[in-house]
Each structure stands twice: as C-alpha cells, then as structure tokens.
C-alpha cells in the first residue's frame, strides 16, 4: 500500500517538477522515499535525474539566429565591461560560478500556468509546461542530444523555458552558449577559423582570454556564403587551444567525403557566432551533459558576447532515427586563440568540482532509453485523484502554490470534477488570504517606493507592469483590484509581490 | 445671527467628465472632489469584483472592462431605443443596451438593467458627496446644464437622473448660456457671442444673442462624436504602430497595453498644452509571445508632431463652425464674443485654429474645463439669493406646434418663448366633409412634420358636414409653470371639445422612477449608517488610543498603593471590548464602546490631575 502511494507521490511530483516548482517536487519525493526507501525512482529523481518523460520532437530551428530578446529592452548598465562578470547573480555570473565551481542557486524555472504566475514570481514566463506525448519515442540522452532531458538548454533572462538548444563547445553546464538546434543527431559542423583570425582583444583576471573569433562559414551546398561577418563580442569561453586549422573551403558540389559520410548530409550555415552541433573537440562529455541536478542554463546575453547562433540556409532534414550511439570522438580542437588560456586551464578556471555538486555520485547516470516512466494504462478519474492526493500532501505541507499547480492541472484534465472544483476554491481561498495578508489593510493607497530609472530594471512581466502603472497614489489596493481587469488571486499575488520586493509601500 | 443659507450648486454633467460648482462669497469656485480632481470622469462601471464604479476608477478600468463598463450615456439619455441616433450608436458601443418597456433604453450591467437616468444618477450622487464634503452639510438642490440641442425628453431623464440621485433639480440650463454667465456676460456684453465648445467625446459649436437679460441660442451644431478621445486615439495609433514596427507586437490587441496607451496618450496630451515636448514612459508594456523579459515603450511627443497627428480633427471643427455661422447668418465679423469651453480647448492648436476662423482672441480667464459648472453655479445663486444679478427665466428649449396638411408643422410655441404661456390658433378643415381632425402634437425646428419630434396626439371628432376650410378649430397650447404642456381643440360652432396633456418623458414612467427613488432611499440610508459606523469607529479607535496612553501613566501614578487598580481592572478590559467593536459593524456596540472608553478617559484624567501629573 505504501509503495503505491510512493508512485503517486513520484508521480506527483513529477508534475511538479515539470512545471518547474522543483522544491515542491521534491518534498514529494522525500516522502515518497520515507512511505517506500526502496522506490528507485524516488531516489533518482530526489538525486536530481531529470524528469524521463518523453515530449514531441524538437521543432525546426530557426531559420534567424536566437536572439535573447530580453536585451532590447534592458542593455547592460553603463560603464559596464561586457567582459566582466555582473555583480548580480544574473546568467552571466551564474555562469561564472558554475565554471569555478562557486554557483549561486540558481532560481527555479518559472512555467506559466493558468494562475500565470507562481508565488514569488513577477515574470509569468509564458512558457507552457511540456506535456508527455506518448507516442514519442525515447532518445537517449547524449551530451549533445537536444533531448528535453538534458540540462543543456537555453534560457532567456526572463525565459525558463526549455528550448531546444544544444551545448556549444568550450563550455561548463552554466557556461554553455546556447545556439539553437537541429533535431537530434544531425550533428554534422565543421568550422573553421580563418588563418588571419585577430588576435585576442583583452584579458581579464580570472577568465580566460579569448580570440575575437570570425567563425567561417561551411557551406556545405556553396549557396552560403563563404565568410560570415566577424562576431562583434567574443566568446566568454573557448576551448583550449589546439594548432589552427586552416579555413575549410567546401565547394557545394563537391562535398569532401569526411562531411559526406555523415548522413543526412544538411546545408548549415554557421553564422559568426555559431557553435558546431557535434560535440567541440577536447570537450569531455561530463560538461556537454551536465548533471541533470543542476538547473538549466540561463540566457546568454548578447550584449555579453554571449550570443552564439546559427542559421540553417535551407530546410531542416526530419529528423535522424534515434539509435544509442557512443557520442563521437573528441576530434582536434580548432584553435581560437593559440596559446590562449583557456577556461578549462586549471590555472584560471579550476572547473566543476564534482565532489562538491549535490548528487555527484549520480551526476554521470544518464537515464537509458528504456528507463521512462511508464504510466500504467488507468483512467482520467485515477489520474486526477493521484494529483489530488498530491495537491493534499502538498497541502499539509503547507506549499499552496504548488497544490493549487496541481489543482490546475486536475482541473484541464477533469474541467467539471466537483472535488477539483471545491479544492480549487478552498486553496484559492487560502492563497488570496496569505496575499492579502502581506498587503495589510486593503482600504490604504500604496505607492511606488522605486524610482521610474529603477523600475525598468525590475524583472516585471506586462501584468505586473499594469498593475504597477495604476499605482498613482490615488487608488487605494481595494481599488487595485477592480481596475486590474485580473482575478483577485491573480491581482492579489502581483501586489503581495510588488510589496515583498519593496517595490511599493504596505498598507 | 442669521441662519446659513441652504447650499445650492451647478452641475456640468457632460459626455465625458462631469463638473460641480458652487458659488462662495459671491466668486463662482468648482469644488473639488474628494479624489483631489476637479473633474469627474462621466463613467460607470461594474468591476468584476462586483462593485459598482463610478468616476475616474471607473474610467482606469474601460478597456480592461469594456462590456460593464458605461461611458458618453449622455449621447442616449432620453432617447428612444428605436431612435436612429441610438440604433447608430448601439454599433459602436461595447457595452449592452436593451429595450425597455416604453421603447426607452436599459443598459445591462452584470445580471441587471438599468435605466439611463438611474446611471446618470450615479455620477451625479457622486458629485453631491464631493459638494456635501466640501459644505459639511447635505445638499440638496442644483442646477444642471443640457446641450442646447436636448429637446424636452432628454431635459427631463436629465432632471430625473437628478431626483434619483437625490436632488432637486431647480433647472435645467443650457451650456453655452452657463458659459456665457460665467463670463458675466448679460450684464457687461449684448449681442451675438460664440461658444466653441469641444469636450471629451462631443463638439458644439453655438451662436448666442444676448439682450436685456435674455439668451437666445440662435443656432448650434457640431458633432456628437468628435472630441479629446479622437484625438488620444491618434496619439494611440502612432504609439502603437511605431511599436509594432519595432517588435512585431500590436498592443492595440492586449486591453491592458491598450488602457496603458490611453491613459499615456491622453497624459501626453495635457501636458503638450503647456510644454513642447513630453515623454511617454510605459514600462512592462508587453511581453512577446514566446516569452522572454517584458518590453518597455518610451517615446517621445513633440507638439508639433501632435499637430500634426491631430489636423485633420482640428479641420473638422472649423468645417462644423462655418456651417453653423452659414445656419444662423451670422459672420464671424458680427461677433462681440468668443468663448472656449471643454478641456480640448486648451490645445494651442485649436486655439490658434479659433483664432484664425473667428479673427479674434478667445476670451481667457476662465478654466475651459470649468466654465459650464461656473456659469450653472452662478445661475444657481441668482435663484436662490434675493440679491440675484441674472436670473434666467425658464423658457421652451423647442418649438411647439401642430402637424398641418401637407406634412408640415405650424409652430405654436416658439423657442424660448417664457412659461408660463398660452397661444391658441383657429385652424380649418382641409377636406370637404371632414368630420374628424387629427391633432399632432410635435416639438423641434424642422419644417416637415416628420423631422421633429411627436409628443402626443388626439382626435376630435363630431365636426359638422361642411365644405373644406368652413369649419373653424381653436388650438390651444398652454404651458404652466411645472412645464406641463396642455393641448387641446375646440369645435368653434358646436363647442366640442378634446384635449390631451403631454409629459415631457424621460423614458421613465412615474410609477418606475417611484420604484427606482424607494429603491435609493433605502441605499441612502444604509450608506449613511454604514457612513456613521466607519466615523465613529475612528472616534474609538482615537479614545482607545488615549486610553492606552494614560493607563501607563495611572499605573505609574497609583504604583505601590491599591487606589485605581480596580479602575485600571476594568479599563483593561473596556479596552478589550472596544478592540472588538471596533471591528463591529453594528453602530450600537460602537457606540457603547465609545461611551465606555469617554467615561474612562474622563476619570483617569480626572485621577492624574487630581495627583499631580
């Protein structure tokens, strides 16, 4: 009996995880694990494996290079060495740590569910929860695979959802550059670096120095130009340096037989500031892969240098069939920087101590293809009472946010359930008193405590901004609530938050 | 000492933004709200909260709320649902308008419909509770202004929104005639005089002759649907579309960018009256579709560049000015006068505009946004002060007459003509042998029957068998001085007679406006108590406060003897209850608590003076 509420907690939680509150998902594991100390899945999970749920298949990449939208609106400070690291604890130094091994926590990635946003969290990410598809084959995790599985994937400042991204060579778990992706295994890139590559613009203390890098392109088709316009900012970190290779001119018509043999043959065009697909040479695969406890990546910031993208001049190739293959051989690095220090140069950067990452013992154990969870086949009405009972334990665990996600998702599934329905009103009920309680008295006119130059480097969603924008000193919280045009719950969560970070005064 | 005078004020109930005025050691002055603005939005809204908004809050949340929330009612006050303004309007307004019983509109809001007076009623309470902040005392009786062009239907809905609301409307005046008294004008300034007056949502443009105490509208026009929301939409439009350029986002499609961008533009807009340039600063404003961090929208709004948006709208009311010069044959030359009124006016461009067209400077010194309520205030105290400089005397806003053959109208009662009044007319028979005459009853300027307005009609009968024009009809019209209007035809040779008397009908019925003043009598009362608990529950809040202060002080002075300590016992717990009813809502625990901690109070200070401290 125990090892059966064990599953559903399991269960449970990992819908929690997967709508990214990961706190919650793992004290439904612990319990799982006190109900039934054997269950594996438990202890995998609470190890920090990512969730083995199968989603779709990686949509197309795009066909203009990812660009982190989030600097249009909010370039860096000035003054600001883009090389340096950022005080705040931002991706850029989050980055850094992980690459010296003195990561900050890193903040739980924010899905966006019908309550839009979580408690705690402003930005509302509109980022939908990835939905189990059944009928999607598993793909094994490689450390270059764009399997949803891996931690390699790439996040916006104000977008934690996980794209189909891949880990560029030369980087840590936290430092990868994100580039978007081809659908699994079409891992074939080449590049080069021309021989009149400049020579590295500046060198910080404490990172590595890097070569103003102006990848070539590979066309492999001869349609894509030869040479991409040199990269504006450089790599924050590169491979180590391996002899130069000379630059790869590949006729479209006659494609050298090392790319040929490589099917499906593909066009890529690598813009300036793409990363290859195929592993980077003198990468180790531990740090393509990282371990899948550790949170997923933060956005590369362009602005940074960060900004690693590549185009594909022509449609993308369906994908590959899935086959377990050993990831290729490291193959020799191209050099950026000859005689450059690298950030895997232990004199600069010591790495990820693998003794010191919670959960290392585990942190080389990828899930197999055939470890997935299986769901047994069972009715809508069981599904929905497994994530009630969830959403109850979670309940007297006192985490609301995380029953009521819970709750939403009985809710899509069993839309009319009367027991849905009656939890949902209770735990909103509860939810809107612990809101309204920060508040203080409702019947008070808040203001803005920031100023307008501060306000803009708050990490708002454009709820939040609306809400933020009625506070004139005229309307009094009671006010709020009519004119947000929002639920109360909804409106009640934006303005407990808005007190909480001082962003505008109690009543 | 003589007994203060009853306050009395005037009320400016306009399309968009509603103003109160009253007049205070002889100097007209609007009264502010007790929001801190002088103008009070003309809107009414239904929160999804429930609660009932009225004014700026309700304004805050239009777009966010299209479909419960009411704005420009004044377009269709007194109209009839099957009226072609109404069917006109009816396609561009987002919230839901019913038909009533008597063809008269319903607008729904939430599971209930409600009639345009009672919405109107709603903002003009809100204006009383601003007046009766501002004198400390109720309020009672008020003056409120009509476009010129509101025939009799929509002057009284406009004077049942006021008994609704709790008022007694003492008259209903015309806005331009309250923008010219504010300006004094009867009194140093005879002759034809102008109003250009462009509002929120309306422009009218007025010709006035003003003559020994009389103002006599001689012509007016404009358009119902031109004012300063035309032109934030502009302003709109361009913030929008230079958005979308830049990110691919149409904000006009998010209703909470969109509200943002209409509070910007209109904001923008005001302050461009007065400065050049202005920036438009609206953080957060969106966020793109695939996530991501949201953007900001910061702009920046010359006035020239607002001109140049806005030109056309300016074209437009010039357009409007020469048509109605043209109507009243009067050229701009011809005119003593030109006054600005309605926020809109304060844009340099249109006076520049005005200027041009009339070939003389506007008159200056009162606030365009105020004047109407001005004048109305200032009407309001010549009626009820014996020492009045210009009291206006209550006139017929429209022509009165009878549908002749044809289908033509033989005016009776022209406008403006005083009431008291009378008129009677011999009419014959058009037709030989014609037994039976029809009386219609019409009311408007239109020569054709059919353009004006229908306010009753009756039969009379039994006339003998004559041939066509032998039969002679006396038609009588009698207006008496409640604004009853008595029509009746007599038989001259056999004396029979047949009358009907036309109500001017604002929609309601005398029996539903019963229902709906019943229905707010028991409101009134229930916000007054509630009104009463919430003032003396901060009376015991202040006494709980004293208490608490002396009780230390006490326990300090009788400290080591047992004097006072059954007293303090029983403060204590005096103090308890009072923590409790002060969250009470019922007035007597209230009341008993306040009563208590007084007594209290009265004997701990009694106690430390007596001692020494």
């Given at each position: 009996?125990?090892?059966?509420?064990?599953?559903?907690?399991v269960?449970a939680g990992?819908?929690l995880k997967?709508?990214?509150?990961?706190?919650?998902?793992?004290?439904l594991?612990?319990?799982?694990l006190?109900?039934d100390?054997g269950n594996?899945?438990?202890?995998?999970?609470?190890?920090?494996?990512?969730?083995?749920?199968?989603?779709?298949p990686?949509?197309?990449p795009?066909?203009e290079?990812?660009?982190?939208?989030?600097?249009?609106?909010?370039?860096?400070?000035?003054?600001t060495?883009?090389?340096?690291?950022?005080a705040?604890?931002?991706?850029?130094?989050?980055?850094?740590?992980?690459?010296?091994?003195?990561?900050?926590?890193?903040?739980?990635?924010?899905?966006?569910?019908?309550?839009d946003?979580?408690w705690?969290?402003?930005t509302?990410a509109a980022?939908?929860v990835p939905?189990?598809?059944?009928?999607?084959?598993?793909?094994?995790?490689?450390p270059w695979?764009?399997?949803?599985s891996s931690?390699?994937v790439a996040?916006d400042?104000g977008?934690?959802s996980p794209r189909?991204?891949?880990?560029?060579?030369?980087g840590?778990?936290?430092?990868?550059?994100?580039i978007?992706?081809?659908?699994?295994?079409?891992?074939?890139v080449?590049w080069?670096?021309?021989?009149?590559?400049?020579?590295?613009?500046?060198t910080?203390?404490?990172w590595?120095p890097?070569?103003?890098?102006?990848?070539q392109?590979?066309?492999?088709s001869?349609?894509?130009?030869?040479?991409?316009?040199?990269?504006?900012?450089?790599p924050l970190f590169?491979?180590?340096?391996?002899?130069?290779?000379?630059?790869?001119?590949?006729?479209?018509?006659?494609p050298?037989?090392?790319?040929s043999?490589?099917e499906p043959?593909r066009?890529?065009e690598?813009?300036?500031?793409?990363?290859?697909?195929?592993?980077?040479?003198?990468?180790?695969?531990i740090?393509?892969?990282?371990?899948?406890?550790a949170?997923?990546?933060?956005?590369?910031?362009?602005?940074l240098g960060?900004?690693?993208?590549?185009?594909?001049?022509?449609?993308?190739p369906?994908?590959?069939?899935?086959?377990?293959?050993?990831?290729?051989?490291?193959?020799?690095?191209?050099?950026?920087a000859?005689?450059a220090?690298?950030a895997?140069?232990?004199?600069?950067?010591?790495?990820?101590?693998?003794?010191?990452?919670v959960?290392h013992?585990r942190?080389?154990?990828?899930i197999?293809s055939?470890s997935?969870?299986?769901?047994p086949?069972?009715?809508q009405?069981?599904e929905?009472?497994?994530?009630?009972?969830?959403?109850?334990?979670l309940?007297?665990?006192?985490?609301?946010?995380?029953?009521?996600?819970?709750?939403?998702?009985?809710q899509?599934?069993?839309?009319?359930?009367p027991?849905?329905?009656?939890?949902?009103?209770?735990?909103?009920?509860?939810l809107l008193?612990?809101?309204?309680?920060?508040?203080?008295?409702?019947?008070t006119?808040p203001?803005?405590?920031?100023?307008?130059?501060?306000?803009?480097w708050?990490?708002l969603d454009?709820?939040?901004?609306f809400v933020l924008?009625?506070?004139?000193?005229?309307?009094?919280?009671d006010?709020?609530?009519?004119?947000?045009?929002?639920s109360?719950?909804?409106t009640?969560?934006?303005?407990?938050?808005?007190?909480?970070?001082?962003?505008?005064?109690r009543? | 000492m003589?007994?203060?005078?009853?306050?009395?004020?005037?009320?400016?109930?306009g399309?968009t933004?509603?103003v109160?005025?009253?007049?205070?050691?002889?100097t007209?002055?609007v009264i502010?709200?007790?929001?801190g603005s002088n103008l009070?939005?003309?809107?009414?809204?239904l929160?999804?909260t429930?609660?009932?908004l009225?004014?700026?809050?309700?304004?805050?949340?239009?777009?966010?709320?299209?479909?419960d929330?009411?704005?420009?009612?004044?377009?269709?006050i007194g109209r009839?649902?099957?009226?072609?303004?109404?069917?006109?309007?009816l396609?561009?307004?987002?919230?839901?308008?019913e038909v009533g019983?008597?063809?008269?509109?319903?607008?729904?809001?939430?599971?209930k419909?409600?009639?345009?007076?009672?919405l109107?009623?709603?903002?003009?309470?809100?204006l009383k509770?601003?007046?009766?902040?501002h004198?400390?005392?109720?309020?009672k009786?008020?003056i409120?202004?009509?476009?010129?062009?509101f025939?009799?239907g929509?002057?009284?809905?406009?004077?049942?929104?006021?008994r609704?609301?709790?008022?007694e409307?003492?008259?209903?005046?015309?806005?331009?005639?309250?923008a010219?008294?504010?300006y004094g004008f009867?009194?140093?300034?005879n002759?034809?005089i102008?109003?250009?007056d462009l509002?929120?949502?309306?422009?009218?443009?007025s010709v006035?002759?003003?003559?020994?105490?009389?103002?006599?509208?001689?012509?007016?026009?404009g358009?119902?649907?031109?004012?300063?929301e035309?032109?934030?939409?502009?302003?709109i439009?361009?913030?929008?579309?230079?958005?979308?350029?830049?990110h691919?986002?149409?904000l006009?499609?998010?209703?909470?960018?969109?509200?943002?961008?209409k509070?910007?533009a209109?904001k923008a807009k005001i302050?461009?009256s007065?400065?050049?340039?202005?920036?438009i600063n609206?953080?957060?404003?969106?966020?793109?579709?695939?996530?991501?961090?949201?953007?900001?929208l910061?702009?920046?709004?010359?006035r020239?560049?607002?001109e140049?948006?806005?030109?056309?709208?300016?074209?437009?009311?010039?357009?409007?000015c020469?048509q109605?010069?043209?109507?009243?044959?009067?050229?701009?030359v011809?005119?003593r006068e030109m006054?600005?009124?309605?926020?809109m006016?304060?844009?340099p461009r249109v006076?520049?505009?005005?200027?041009?067209?009339?070939?003389?400077?506007p008159?200056?010194g009162v606030?365009?946004?105020?004047?109407?309520?001005?004048?109305?205030?200032?009407?309001?105290e010549?009626?009820?002060n014996?020492?009045a400089?210009v009291?206006l005397?209550?006139?017929?806003?429209?022509?009165?007459?009878v549908?002749i053959?044809?289908?033509?109208?033989?005016r009776?009662?022209?406008?403006n003509?005083t009431?008291?009044t009378?008129?009677?007319e011999?009419?014959?028979?058009?037709?030989?042998n014609?037994?039976?005459?029809?009386?219609?009853?019409l009311?408007g300027?239109?020569?054709?029957?059919?353009?004006?307005e229908?306010?009753?009609?009756?039969i009379l009968?039994?006339l003998?068998?004559?041939?066509?024009?032998?039969?002679?009809v006396?038609?009588?019209?009698e207006?008496?001085?409640?604004?009853?209007?008595s029509?009746?035809?007599?038989?001259?040779?056999t004396?029979?007679?047949q009358?009907?008397?036309?109500?001017a009908?604002g929609?309601?019925?005398?029996?539903?406006?019963?229902?709906?003043?019943?229905?707010?009598?028991?409101l009134m009362?229930?916000?007054?108590?509630?009104?009463?608990?919430?003032?003396?529950?901060?009376e015991?809040?202040?006494l709980m406060?004293?208490v608490?202060e002396?009780?230390?002080?006490?326990?300090?002075?009788?400290?080591?003897s047992e004097?006072?300590?059954?007293?303090?016992?029983k403060?204590?717990?005096?103090?308890?209850?009072?923590?409790v009813?002060?969250?009470?809502?019922?007035?007597?625990?209230?009341?008993?608590?306040?009563?208590?901690l007084t007594?209290?109070?009265?004997?701990?200070?009694g106690?430390?003076?007596?001692i020494?401290h």
């Open positions: 009996m125990s090892k059966d509420r064990a599953a559903q907690l269960e990992i819908w997967l709508s990214g509150d990961r706190e919650g998902a793992r004290k594991f612990e319990r799982a006190k109900l100390p594996e899945k438990a202890t995998q999970l609470l190890a920090g494996a990512s969730v083995p749920i199968e989603v779709e990686p949509a197309p795009p066909t290079p990812l660009v982190p939208p989030v600097r249009k609106s909010l370039p860096p400070a000035p003054g060495n883009p090389f340096e690291p950022p705040s604890t931002g991706p850029s130094s989050l980055d850094w740590g992980l690459a010296t091994g003195n990561a900050p926590p890193r903040p739980p990635a924010v899905p966006e569910l019908s309550l946003s979580d705690g969290r402003l509302g980022t939908p939905q189990p598809n059944p009928e999607a084959p598993a793909k094994p995790e490689v695979s764009t399997s949803p931690s390699n996040l400042d977008d934690r189909q991204t891949m880990v560029a060579w030369g840590s778990a936290g430092s990868s550059p994100a978007s992706s081809e659908p699994p295994r079409n891992t074939l080449g080069a670096v021309p021989p009149d590559a400049p020579a590295p613009r500046t910080l203390p404490g590595s890097v070569a103003p890098q102006s990848p392109v590979i066309s492999l001869g349609d894509a130009p030869a040479e991409s316009p040199p990269r504006s900012t450089p590169s491979a180590a340096p391996p002899p130069l290779e000379p630059p790869v001119e590949l006729p479209g018509d006659a050298p037989a090392v790319f043999a490589l043959p066009v890529v690598i813009g300036g500031e793409a990363g290859p697909e195929t592993p980077p040479p003198s990468t180790p695969p740090f393509a892969s990282p371990p899948t406890a949170p997923p990546p933060p956005a590369i910031d362009d602005s960060f900004a690693w993208s590549w185009s594909a001049s022509s449609p993308p369906a994908p590959a069939p899935v086959v377990d293959e050993e990831p290729p051989a490291p193959r020799p690095s191209p050099t950026l000859p005689r220090e690298s895997w140069d232990a004199r600069s950067n010591p790495g990820i101590k693998l003794e010191a990452v959960g013992d942190a080389l154990d990828l197999s055939d997935k969870i299986t769901h086949p069972r009715s009405k069981d929905v009472k497994a994530i009630l009972r969830g959403a109850r334990d309940l007297e665990l006192d985490d609301h946010t995380g029953a009521m996600e819970l709750i939403v998702k009985a899509t599934i069993a839309p009319d359930d027991d849905v329905q009656a939890m949902r009103e209770r735990s909103e009920k509860t008193n612990m809101f309204e309680s920060k508040l203080g008295k409702l019947e006119i203001r803005v405590l920031l100023k307008d130059d501060e306000i803009i708050l990490n454009h709820r939040a901004g924008a009625q506070i004139d000193g005229t309307v009094s919280f006010d709020l609530f009519s004119v947000s045009g929002m109360r719950i909804d009640a969560r934006i303005l407990a938050q808005l007190v909480e970070e001082g962003v505008i005064s009543g | 003589a007994a203060e005078r009853e306050p009395v004020i005037g009320i400016d109930l399309t933004n509603s109160v005025a009253t007049v205070q050691s002889g007209p002055v502010r709200g007790r929001s009070l939005p003309s809107v009414v809204a929160s999804k429930g609660k009932m009225v004014g700026q809050i309700a304004k805050r949340q239009a777009i966010t709320n299209p479909t929330t009411v704005y420009a009612s004044k377009r269709l009839k649902f099957s009226a072609a303004q109404t069917q006109d309007a396609k561009g307004l987002p919230y839901t308008l019983d008597h063809d008269d509109i319903r607008v729904k809001l939430g599971d419909a409600y009639s345009l007076p009672e109107s009623a709603m903002v003009l309470r809100e509770l601003d007046a009766e902040a004198f400390g005392r109720p309020v009786k008020a409120i202004t009509v476009p010129a062009y025939n009799d929509q002057r009284q809905a406009t004077k049942d929104a006021g609704i609301a709790g008022l409307v003492l008259r209903i005046i015309n806005e331009p005639t309250a010219a008294l504010a009867g009194k140093n300034v002759g034809k102008a109003v250009f509002g929120g949502g309306t422009f009218d443009i006035m002759e003003i003559g020994n105490g009389v103002f006599d509208v001689i012509a007016t026009g358009d119902t649907f031109l004012g300063g035309d032109f934030d939409n502009t302003v439009n361009w913030l929008a579309a230079d958005f979308q350029r830049e691919n986002i149409q006009k499609a998010d209703r909470m960018a969109l509200q943002r961008l509070d910007a209109e302050e461009l007065t400065a050049k340039e202005t920036q609206l953080p957060f404003i969106s966020t793109p579709q695939g996530g991501g961090s949201a953007l900001h910061q702009k920046t709004l010359s020239e560049k607002l140049e948006l806005t030109a056309e709208l300016v074209a437009r009311t010039i357009t409007h020469e109605v010069l043209t109507e009243a044959k009067v050229k701009p011809d005119l006054i600005l009124v309605g926020g006016t304060r844009m006076q520049e505009a005005v200027k041009q067209y009339f070939r003389r400077d008159c200056k606030h365009p946004d105020e004047v109407v309520a001005l004048g109305a205030a200032v009407q309001a010549a009626l009820t014996e020492a400089d009291v005397l209550d006139v017929t806003p429209q022509s009165l007459g549908a053959a044809g289908g033509y109208v033989r009776l009662i022209p406008k003509t009431v008291p009378s008129v009677t011999v009419f014959n028979t058009s037709r030989d014609q037994t039976t005459v029809k009386i219609m009853v009311q300027e239109a020569d054709v029957a059919h353009q004006n229908l306010l009753g009609e009756f009968t039994g003998r068998l004559a041939k066509r024009g032998e039969v002679e006396d038609v009588t019209f207006i008496n001085s409640e604004g009853l209007v029509v009746s035809a007599r038989d001259k040779e004396g029979q007679q009358s009907i008397q036309v109500t009908s929609g309601l019925t005398q029996d539903e406006l019963k229902r709906i003043l019943d229905e707010q009598a028991d009362l229930e916000a007054r108590v509630e009104e009463e608990v919430k003032a003396k529950r901060v015991l809040k202040a406060n004293e608490s002396l009780m230390p002080q006490l326990q300090k002075a009788t400290q080591g004097f006072g300590q059954d007293a303090l016992a403060a204590k717990q005096a103090l308890e209850t009072a923590k009813a002060s969250e009470a809502t019922e007035l007597k625990r209230v009341t008993d608590s306040i009563d208590t007594r209290t109070v009265s004997l701990f200070k106690v430390l003076q007596r020494g």
